[in-house]
């Protein structure tokens, strides 16, 4: 008689346990099998670990399969599985990682860690992923949400499948943040809501305390209504993708060298400084003839000019609150009288707020990476390198989308009640930003180049954004050389040319995004956007918020007063009634406030503590992504502790692996 030694690791979630009967079998290549063992005795039901002797008569050699099967005992509690673990008679040992729930009466086919492509695979095995994907491609189905939006799981929070919804400590934390917002912004002692600050000093006195976490904040509060900060934040606050270099200006834009020659330092006339490469600007047109939300609030589609002066800052130098010139759109300049100068400078902010919101950080970071995740779950096998590799930079993202839909982004939503933007205005300004989407923007490298940026001084999103960019394209490079021998591999793998399909589908098969693969080199760039786009540009978008959002004025989410159409009209009153009223600033600041926020055991980039690989070549190939990460963060320190403005959000051990808040 032979004996197995078996491990079977589960889950630390409270829910993770059952009563239900789980049964466990093993098979080998030649499908013989053991017997059916019952893995969880009552004696085992609180264990994380269980290990177990299966015995046969006959040795039925390696183990390359783990059959898992629930059967209800009383009521149904879904169980939880980590990863498993055979040692044979002979004393070889192998690893199954699982990673999944069985919920219901079901079961689970584990395989053997090894990673392989489906033209590797034995025809069974290719049999079994192909019956396999059909399977999950009836629970990941596809839907779309709203007219012009990506594509996105067809199921509300509650219906999720068990593998994609938050685990019990992840719950917990988010309703627990929902819930101190309210005690640490104090919102109950904030007096007539619904009426106007009476002035900027007015605002400091009721959410002071809240927004002097740290230096960013202090000089935001500070330094707010100066040139350099507004400028400043087109490189480095929290949409730090608007600003491109302008080298000729627009006809609809029309700024003449005598308008600016005040601003001009260099002694140069404005022909010459756009094509020195001193001029920048900031184009807000994909807003226009977006609608907004009431008629007690407005929005605009402004254009910026910026000017990058000696002290290599750079500034505004010209704003028009409109995309049309005419006689009640006037372009303002530094040298208007402060209100209005303020007022315009107010004006681009909340525009800016508001695309930021829904399309750099809600488009652009957490729906394309939804795309990618039910791409990868309904067209990659589990037993798929590039499954292993995208598992932890898809955590949690399809349900924090789904509640974003039914809480943030919904009619009713927190968004509709802060922003500029609700129902149709959100359906026209994401279908206007699909239509202009392209593959290459999402190439962190490519974007940087094709608007300009690649020589602007202090500009840290990009030198820490390229930073990183590298080092996740060197990693992904060399898993995937370790599975695709050559070209062809990538073309003959049925399952990553149905993943980038699939992906396709999701974006409204936009013509600008791959519909196949056709190399190695092609495949490192694609799933270096996939992993980029979850980790380091939802970090770069995200986790500013509360710096520059929580002091009202810098960043106002929406206005009350329509644009100004003259100069010369405006005062601090009519400023104070344009800003968000004391209430709606109080929903802002709870809400950025709690966006922010990382879990206690946050997972950062290159942290990958569940076994998804078990080959030694690719573990190496983690161990030097995490120490050039770690070379990376002492990089970006060192820097910092120059800067009176130190940049931290793309700093590795800031940058959780995907999308979970």
Known sequence: MSTYKVTVYTGREVIAETTNRIYLTLMDSEKRSSERTLLNHWSSIHKTEISLDIHVEKN????????????????????????????????????????????????????????????????????????????????????????????????????????VQFDEEKESEWYWDLAKVFVYLKVDQIEGLSESWENIADIGQIFGHIINENAVQVNVIQDWNKDYMFGYQFLNGCNPVMIRKCTKLPDKFPVTHEMVEGCLKRGLALQEELQAGNIYIADYEILKGVPA????????????????????????????????????????????????????????????????????????????????????????????????????????????????????????GV???????????????????????????????????????????????RDD????????????SAVVMI?????????????????????CLGMNNSDSFPKSLESREQLVEYLTVVIFTASA?????????????????????????????????????????????????????????SLTRTEKKELFLGMYPDMYFTEQPVKEA?????????????????????????YCYLSPDKIPNSVAI
């Open 622 to 646: 983690i161990k030097t992504f995490r120490k050039k990460l770690d070379e990376v963060t002492n990089i970006i320190k060192s820097r910092n502790e120059e800067l009176t403005l130190a």
């Open 415 to 461: 968004f509709s009640k802060i922003g500029s933007i609700s129902g149709a205005g959100m359906e026209k300004l994401i279908q206007n930003a699909m239509e202009t989407l392209t593959y290459k923007s999402l190439c962190f490298p490519k974007d940087i180049q094709a608007r300009g940026m690649e020589d602007v001084p202090n500009y840290y999103y």
């Open 537 to 593: 540009q939802h970090a770069a978008v995200n986790f500013g918020q509360f710096d520059w959002y929580g002091w009202i004025p810098n960043s106002p989410s929406t206005m009350r007063k329509p644009p100004p159409q003259k100069k010369g009209q405006v005062d601090m009153k009519y400023i104070m009634d344009s800003l968000p009223d004391r209430g709606c600033s109080s929903e802002v600041l709870g809400t950025v406030w």
């Open 293 to 412: 939300s009431s008629s007690q609030r407005y929005l605009t589609a402004p254009i910026c000019l910026l000017y990058k002066n000696n002290l290599n800052q750079i500034v505004p130098i010209a704003i028009q609150l409109s995309q049309t010139p005419e006689e009640k759109s006037p372009v303002f300049f530094p040298s208007d009288n402060e209100y209005d100068w303020m007022l315009a400078k107010m004006w681009v902010k909340s525009s800016d707020f508001n695309l930021h919101q829904l399309v750099t950080h809600l488009l652009k970071t957490h729906l394309f990476s939804e795309v990618f995740e039910m791409a990868m779950y309904r067209q990659l096998s589990a037993v798929h390198p590039i499954y292993k590799l995208l598992m932890p930079h898809v955590r949690f993202t399809i349900a924090i989308n789904a509640k974003a839909r039914e809480n943030l982004i919904s009619e009713d």
């Open 60 to 163: 039925i050699g390696d183990i390359v399969q783990v059959k898992l099967e629930k059967q209800k005992h009383r009521i149904y509690s879904p169980w939880f599985c980590k990863h498993i673990t055979v040692q044979t008679p002979s004393g070889d040992c192998f690893e199954f990682p699982c990673y999944c729930w069985l919920v219901d009466e079901n079961e689970v086919m584990i395989r053997e860690g090894t990673a392989r492509l489906p033209q590797d695979d034995t025809k069974s095995f290719q049999e079994q992923r192909k019956d396999g994907l059909e399977s999950r491609q009836k629970i990941f189905r596809w839907n779309q949400w709203r007219p012009g939006f990506p594509k996105s799981i067809d199921a509300t929070v509650k219906e999720l499948p068990k593998e």
């Open 483 to 503: 599975y695709y021998d050559s070209n062809e591999a990538v073309q003959q793998d049925v399952e990553i040319q149905g993943f980038v399909k699939d992906a």
């Open 465 to 476: 954004g390229m930073k990183i960019w590298k080092e996740i394209n060197c990693f992904v």
